[in-house]
Nanobody
């Protein structure tokens, strides 16, 4: 299984970013997918996940109404559209094949993509 996150960067509060996660090594369309993040000095936390078809989506309360998860099962790619960004969204963002909201359920992670939101 290989995932490659991209799209992070430095943005001012209130701005937007769109993260991408290109995957390989497994049948992408057969699995729900998730985004996690780890802020400086904090534990990794679940952000959002979506079902295999991208129809059902679930969000942490902290991002609900601002972030949108989506996927392209033809291109084996997961997305996270992040709007109205806040400084507290600053973190490294990771995608993963979803096996639960608890980070301890996951054996390994990709390199992630850094999102920095300035106030």
């Amino acid at each position: 299984i290989h995932v490659a996150e991209s799209g992070g960067g430095l943005v001012q509060a209130g701005g937007s970013l769109r993260l991408s996660c290109v995957t390989s090594g497994f049948t992408f369309s057969s699995y729900p997918m998730a985004w996690f993040r780890r802020a400086p000095g904090k534990e990794r936390e679940w952000v959002s996940h979506t079902d295999r078809d991208g129809i059902a989506a679930y969000y942490a309360d902290s991002v609900k109404g601002r972030f949108t998860i989506s996927r392209d099962n033809v291109r084996n790619t997961l997305f996270l559209q992040m709007n109205s960004l806040k400084p507290e969204d600053t973190a490294v963002y990771y995608c993963a094949r979803f096996v639960g909201r608890t980070p301890a359920n996951y054996g390994s992670w990709g390199q992630g993509t850094q999102v920095t939101v300035s106030s």
